[in-house]
């Protein structure tokens, strides 16, 4: 179960990558382009916050239940133990948090987009929100383990 999580956690951060980026480019087209939020804007970022949930769900099973790098790493080293280690604290601690918090702003872009009044807003809060998670995400996706799960 560790394994087949890990693969789809790891090969689905390419589906959120692209939908971030093709989300990105065309809120900041309609944005300075001063287009309509129309039903496709609408529908790429639910399709880009969709994703980020999909991996913060298998994100969290992984930390949670299947992982010795999350929570069972804190529980069994222990906590002061997890800070001194860079890997222990990466992956029980800073990506956690750090991805937890991307998807939280790709939320409110959302939330924050449907709710401005006009498509400008619409555009522009989108384009800052995603921006914003996509640079968190970025920050922490394990680079070096691209090809992990395989």
Do not use: C
Not at 26 to 46: C, E, H, P, R, V
Not at 123 to 131: D, L, P, Q, V
């Amino acid at each position: 179960m560790y394994n087949f999580t890990l693969f789809l956690h790891s090969w689905s951060r390419w589906l959120v990558l692209i939908l971030a980026v093709i989300a990105i480019f065309k809120s900041l087209t309609g944005w300075l382009g001063k287009q309509s939020f129309s039903k496709q804007d609408n529908i790429l970022g639910a399709s880009f916050v969709g994703s980020m949930h999909l991996q913060l769900l298998l994100g969290l099973l992984l930390y949670f239940f299947l992982s010795p790098m999350g929570l069972n790493a804190i529980q069994e080293v222990g906590m002061k133990d997890v800070m001194k280690s860079p890997l222990y604290r990466y992956w029980a601690v800073e990506h956690f948090v750090t991805m937890t918090l991307a998807v939280v702003l790709a939320q409110l872009g959302r939330i924050q987009s449907k709710k401005a009044s006009t498509d400008l807003m619409k555009h522009k809060k989108a384009f800052i929100f995603y921006t914003i998670a996509l640079v968190l995400v970025l920050s922490r996706v394990p680079w070096d383990r691209l090809g992990r799960g395989l």
